[in-house]
């Protein structure tokens, strides 16, 4: 099937992406890896009248220390630069892990950091991992740019926080504490496939071995990332890490998702997953709070 006709743009400046969204705004669309945008133009999901490749926007690129508060990934870095990173497997082993879940090789060669989050499937393995690590969002339009945090980011499927006039150039990702453990675990039908549900947990332990720290999120169990950093610190935090605890935040994690039924699964049977998932990528976080992956 062909796509509907469209016009082309390939700026080479951030400056002009950003021009060319102002002046057409809704009727364009950004092409980065063209993962998810080229499929849904063959099947005419999406008419855009303007498509916006930012292939050559070099200043979009790359992976960047911020000193010692983190990590800035541009929006058109590749999964598979990410993925070989030294730097994101010293400073984000979640990110290195859950990176590996991402399609298949070859999606990952072409797929982009941006293109996955703006995308902001309710399945994917990226928006999880950011809101569990409480990153940042940096949006920019012509006026100017702002921040988001990743758990305002996303609204719903398919729909985040970018307006139709602004551009996503970065994620940043705070360093957490030295020594914390993270995890991601994940259960699909094949390898590569998107995911029935998934959890990305983190837990940093304090000199006494009680949990100092903690965050967590969830992918597949409802319309955009579940964001159980609230559950988790209420639960854990200040706490010896214990079985016992791991079941108490998955069965209230199971309580408040909210799944739905599909051709892959039902909504129950997510739900069930959702708390295997948690128990499971929190338990192997507490387990790695001495080791690195």
């Known amino acids: 099937m062909r796509p509907p006709p469209f016009a082309y743009a390939d700026p080479r400046q951030c400056h002009e992406v950003l021009a060319l969204l102002a002046q057409y705004g809704d009727d364009a669309k950004i092409l980065a ?21 930012i292939n050559h926007v070099d200043e979009l690129d790359g992976i960047r220390p911020l000193g010692d508060a983190g990590l800035s990934i541009g929006a058109m870095t590749r999964h598979r630069t990410v993925e070989q990173s030294a730097l994101v497997r010293e400073r984000c082993p979640l990110l290195h892990e859950a990176i590996q879940h991402v399609g298949h090789l ?24 950011v809101t569990a690590l409480g990153a940042t969002l940096r949006i920019r339009g012509v006026k100017g740019e702002r921040t988001v945090r990743a758990s305002e980011f996303f609204l719903g499927p398919l729909t985040t926080a970018i307006r139709a006039d602004e551009l996503l150039i970065a994620v940043e ?37 009680n949990v100092a720290r903690c965050g967590l999120a969830l992918i597949a169990v409802g319309g955009r990332p579940f964001d159980g950093n609230v559950i988790v610190t209420d639960l854990l935090k200040g706490e010896k890490p214990a079985e016992a605890l791991w079941r108490a935040v998955a069965e209230r994690v199971g309580q408040a998702v909210e799944p739905n039924t599909d051709i892959h699964a039902p909504a129950d049977y997510r739900r069930h997953l959702a708390k295997v998932m948690t128990a499971k990528a929190l338990a192997i976080a507490v387990r790695r709070t001495a080791t690195k992956l």
């Open 33 to 53: 890896g063209g993962q998810s945008l080229l499929p849904m133009l063959n099947f005419r999901l999406a008419r855009p009248g303007y498509l916006v490749d």
């Open 106 to 129: 070859q999606i990952r060669h072409r797929g982009t950091i941006g293109g996955s989050l703006a995308h902001a499937d309710p399945a994917a393995e990226l928006p999880g991992v």
């Open 173 to 209: 990702i705070p360093d957490w504490p030295v020594g914390t453990g993270m995890a991601f675990c994940e259960f699909s039908r094949r390898q590569g496939d998107f995911a029935l549900s998934g959890a990305a947990a983190l837990v940093a332990l304090d000199v006494n071995g």
